[in-house]
Structures are given as C-alpha cells and as structure tokens.
C-alpha cells in the first residue's frame, strides 16, 4: 500500500514484490554467503597479484564487474563497491538474490570534525537519510540504523583485538558537489561524523532483506575546515589493505 504525500520520495509502499526483484537477475545461489565491499580498488589488484582472491563470478550488463573469492576462505567473496547507493546498495539487493547473508563494507569518507585524523576508523551505527534509494525501502525517517546487537559485536572484536576506532553515524548524501559549508555545519550538529555516499542505502536493503551488513569507514578528506583538504586519503594503501583484511575477519565472525 503507497502512502501519499506531496513529494513522490515520501510515497513509501509496503508492497514486498516489486515487478522486478533479485531472483529475476540471480540466476543461481553462490556457494559462500559472505561478502566485503571495498572501495580500494589497488587492494583487490594486490590481492589477485598474490594469489588472496581469484576470479569466481562475472556480473554482466552495461556496467560489468567482477566478484572475487579468497582462496584460503573460500566461504568468502569480495567485490569492488560502485559509486553512489543506487550502484552500491541496488548490487547489495542483487547479491541478497545470490544467497548472500552477511556483508562488511569498508570505505573512506569526508570528515566533518577537523580532528578526525587520516586513517581513522569510524564503525558506523547509521546515518542520515539525505539521499533517494533508502525511500524505497525503509518508510521516511530522517535517521537509519544499523543493528544494535550486530554492530556491538563488531565493537566487541575491534576493542579484543585492541585496534582503535571511532563509533557514530554518517551523512549519506547523493550530491557530491552540493556539500555547502552551512549543510556540513547541519549535519555536524545532527551528529554526523564522516560524509559518503553509500550507507542510508546499504542499511536500507539490510533492514529490508534481512541481511547482516556491518561498515567502517576511515577517515579521507577534510570537508569541515574553511578551505577543503584532499589530505592525500587516498594513498594510504597499508591502512586500506589492513582494513580490508580485517574486514574479511570480520564478516566471518557475524
């Protein structure tokens, strides 16, 4: 049942079966149920280079990609996030088709507190809804969350295995380029610790499908101070292959 409303993204429907679902693209059920998203891209490459991860299923269509396996945890694949939650979460639906279950993600975002250093972790617990593809799988709210008993448990291993992070929520926001100083300001209020694009969507389709979805993001680029600072983020490779690597630790914990 649609719910109206002026704005055609507050319209929620409750309906479950769209005409379109999953299971209309997956044509088959992987044998791991178990995934990282990354974001690093020169980690996957140094992966495949040491013999980590191999090939393992090839996504077609306009935009194709690559899911990867680990050839020591062959319960557990890895596949390069795409940009943005419509690419990001709509595959993370898509995987949900091929009988994944439980998923930890791993990116940078923009930080929105100057003394969140490069490199340092945040364990997301939700984020703000300013974006368009959460809309059609969580009714309107301005907050989503992750869940509770899952992300403390990923708390709980980080503290064990005494690596340092951060825990709060995030600003999901589609638009790149319309992150004013007054909205950085707003959302800093709201509590929001890092900017990216991905998360409001990924909590979104792991509340809708039943999924178990972690995230950690690190801290990149500056957005809080007067002048943005691109603070090399995106260099950090032994940053960005331990994440990743704990990340794959991680999933298999859940």
Known sequence: MIAKNDFPILEFDTEKV??????????KKFDADKMVITFFPEIIKKLIASGEIEPYYEI????????????KDPDVLIVHGQVGCPACAGNLDLFYGFGIKKVMFCGGG???DRNIKVGQLLLVDGAIRDEGFSYHYVEPSRYIYTDKKLTDKIASYLEKSSIPYLRGIVWTTDALFRETPEKIALRKEEGAKIVEMEQAGCIAVAQFRGLDYGAIIYGGDDVASEEWNHRGWNNREGIRFNL??????LVKEM
Not at 18 to 27: C, Q, T, V, Y
Not at 60 to 71: N, S
């Open 18 to 27: 769209a005409k379109l679902n999953p299971s209309n693209f997956a044509d």
């Open 60 to 71: 077609g269509g306009e935009a194709p990609f690559t899911i990867y396996k680990y050839v």
């Open 244 to 249: 990743v690597m704990l990340c794959k630790e």
């Open 110 to 112: 923009g930080v929105l």
